[in-house]
């Protein structure tokens, strides 16, 4: 029998359980070559290409674009144009999912096809995403017939048969029944979902708690067209903020940490994760030792990060780790926020925008550009002393510019 290869839910990284295909670069019946990439795949943080096992045709898609599968679910199949279907179909069916690599290049490969095939598991015949609506909806997946191949449920069937029973259910309210069509159900991606149990873990298992600083950023502002003409680039504040966090983290090695059990792990370098808001959800790029880089340097690589975080161009390691978080949205004009930690990093800075406020210097009365800065510490590594005094040394380097 001519080798059959299976194409499988990659998985990239520990807590990685899931991944939903974005698009399928190839088609049914189109010819692939070993270590090609042939389909897109979202994870919790980013998009990443799937490279081809195996040199040949791609016979089978499995599961279709917008389709969430387990690590190491059979997704494709790629074979010779000589391979029977009917050999094809007793691959399918006798697949047994393998221990996944975690080389994203690795698509396991199952064993050949056997004459004997063992019954189809049951969870093979539903898709996880018709899995997850059925239970949504409410629908005994033992009374939906699939429409799939060999059977297989999915989201649409599942649909379908909630919409039937709709139909022969008792009349409503017809002002319920409108309003029930108003509502719009959109599913959370992979990104999206991994966020939301991310951030619940964080708010409930990390003791948080705030700090709030206020800086002059008149000085700054100054500072930063000076910069902006000095370097015959365009530097902002953000940058400038970059800088001086990155000087003060170093300063405060408490600060610059993460939780590691019953460990603390203390950088000697400041890797700050920039968080960006992108479409799909929050990304947090990493600017890597950037208590060694120079603003102008800052400003370039940072541009570059946000730009691609942006576009989900992003690769793996330039979004994990980190030392400590920064979060700005002064350019939405929000004024105060509290940030939530980004474990297993012990600190996250909240930035707001600058406004005009009064200030007293020297007993006479001025308008000063302030800005509100919010450090949420984790009380288990932080006390409050230590983060009051990484505030007021990031406050001095960013009312006295010359030294950033």
Do not use: C, Y
Request: glycine share 8%; proline share 4%.
């Amino acid at each position: 029998m001519a080798a059959i290869s299976a194409i499988t839910m990659p998985k990239w990284g520990i807590e990685m359980t899931e991944g939903t295909i974005t698009s399928w670069r190839v088609g049914e019946g189109g010819r692939v070559e070993r270590g090609a990439e042939i389909l897109d795949v979202e994870t919790e943080k980013i998009v990443n290409a799937v490279e081809a096992p195996a040199g040949g045709v791609l016979r089978r898609i499995l599961a279709g674009d917008g389709e969430t599968q387990a690590v190491g679910a059979l997704i494709g199949v790629i074979a010779e144009e000589q391979t029977s279907d009917a050999d094809i179909t007793r691959f399918i069916e006798s697949f047994v999912a393998a221990v996944v690599s975690f080389d994203p290049g690795a698509a396991q490969a199952a064993p050949a096809a056997i004459d004997d095939p063992p019954a189809a598991p049951e969870e093979g015949r539903v898709s996880p995403i018709a899995r997850r609506v059925a239970e949504r909806l409410g629908v005994d997946l033992a009374k939906v017939t699939g429409t799939g191949r060999n059977g297989r449920i999915s989201k649409e069937d599942v649909e379908t048969f909630a919409q039937q029973m709709l139909g022969a259910a008792p009349a409503v309210n017809s002002a319920a029944a409108a309003s029930s069509a108003a509502v719009r159900r959109v599913r959370m991606s992979a990104r999206r979902g991994t966020i939301a149990r991310r951030l619940l873990e964080s708010k409930q298992s990390i003791p948080h708690f705030r700090l709030e600083m206020d800086v002059d950023f008149g000085p700054l502002l100054q500072h930063k067209r000076a910069q902006s003409e000095a370097a015959g680039a365009r530097i902002t504040v953000n940058d400038l903020l970059l800088r001086g966090v990155a000087l003060a983290l170093v300063q405060h090695p408490m600060v610059n940490a993460q939780l590691e059990g019953d460990e603390i792990l203390q950088f000697e370098n400041a890797d700050i994760a920039i968080a960006v808001a992108a479409e799909a959800g929050l990304v947090t790029p990493i600017l890597r030792r950037a208590n060694q880089k120079s603003v102008a340097a800052i400003a370039e690589e940072s541009r570059d990060l946000i730009d691609r975080a942006r576009r989900g161009s992003l690769l793996r390691e330039e979004i994990s780790g980190g030392s400590f978080t920064v979060s700005n949205l002064g350019m939405h004009g929000v004024t105060r926020f509290d940030a939530i930690i980004n474990a297993p990093q012990v600190a996250i800075l909240a930035v707001g925008a600058a406004s005009q406020r009064p200030v007293v210097r020297a007993g006479v009365l001025a308008v000063a550009e302030v800005v509100t800065l919010t450090l949420s510490a984790d009380h288990r590594v932080i006390d409050g002393a230590v983060g009051a005094a990484f505030l007021s040394t990031l406050r001095g380097l960013l009312e006295k510019p010359a030294a950033l």
